[in-house]
């Protein structure tokens, strides 16, 4: 097929690179622009752009398709389909409608749960135990168009939004192949109005870690937001990520270290540290992060 693919983070690399696998021919790519990053500030392009520039392929970074000539520009590449895939931006129904056969998005939840920007964090924090990807036929509502495909996983018990993001990108590339094969032959099925839930962006103000909730509700706090935000708590006056945990067999006061190994009470049981991070230091497991920076036990954690 003719294809226009539309995303721009990491998540999304892997479903461009399974469609050239696959010997479709894509006509271009759409990406957000390059933003600065980095201590130099510098423009960075993002993960999809730079992938797309090694490929050889044809590139677009608009910073709105609302205007009539960048509508005019995408429909005059007369493509057959659209690949969408945490593109950035929304699309306006003359781009929906201007390929042969609509736009696909890849939505890293089982739909109609986890609608919105941030579903993997949400699905974590929730404390769900299963997620997915769905091939979904794009309309104008935020991800409320049919489904096409669905593809499920467990979540694992200490399994992090990164590891998950991953397995997932996997997972939505995959599916999105599967989709286009048999193409012709499937039926959307409209999404349920019940069980609709919504995942908006992360804010960073949820990072804060209250050691007073339950344990389970930590470690999902702590799971969820790892790599990014990373949820953080204060020791002997200093902050730290933490950003792996697992639910410990013990109990204490609310924000206490147990032993000398990051086992932390929470309001009802406790939670082990498995991987932290100072302030300008690399993320390390516990056992190496408490050899530069022990929190013995007995220390109180928050503030």
Request: charged share 20%; net charge neutral.
């Amino acid at each position: 097929m003719r294809i226009v693919f539309m995303g721009s983070p990491e998540f999304s690399v892997p479903a461009l690179e399974a469609l050239v696998s696959a010997g479709h021919e894509i006509v271009c790519v759409y990406c957000q622009p390059p933003r600065p990053a980095g201590r130099g500030k510098k423009d960075r392009p993002t993960p999809v752009q730079a992938r797309a520039e090694t490929m050889g392929l044809k590139i677009r970074h608009p910073v709105s398709l609302k205007s009539e000539e960048a509508q005019a520009a995408f429909a005059a590449l007369d493509a057959d389909i659209a690949v969408v895939v945490a593109y950035g931006l929304i699309l306006p129904q003359a781009v929906l409608d201007a390929p042969r056969l609509g736009c696909l998005n890849i939505h890293a939840s089982l739909l109609p749960r986890w609608r919105g920007a941030a579903p993997i964090h949400r699905a974590i924090m929730a404390g769900d135990t299963e997620t997915g990807v769905c091939i979904m036929q794009m309309e104008a509502g935020l991800d409320t168009g049919p489904v096409l495909l669905r593809r499920r996983t467990a979540i694992g018990d200490e399994e992090t939004t990164g590891a998950l993001h991953d397995r997932l990108s996997a997972l939505g590339a995959a599916a999105v192949i599967e989709t286009l094969d048999v193409l012709p032959s499937l039926t959307p099925q409209a999404q349920p109005d019940e069980g609709v839930t919504y995942a908006p962006k992360i804010d960073k103000a949820e990072a804060a870690v209250d050691w007073t909730r339950t344990a389970a509700d930590v470690s999902r706090q702590i799971r969820g937001l790892s790599p990014f935000p990373g949820a953080w708590t204060l020791a002997e006056g200093a902050r730290i990520k933490l950003l792996g945990a697992a639910l410990a067999p013990d109990n204490g006061p609310a924000g206490t270290a147990l032993d000398d190994a990051l086992t932390v009470a929470c309001g009802t049981g406790a939670v082990r540290i498995t991987r932290a991070q100072r302030a300008g230091k690399g993320a390390q497991d516990a056992e190496t992060f408490l050899r530069g920076n022990p929190i013995p036990k007995g220390t109180q954690l928050g503030g």
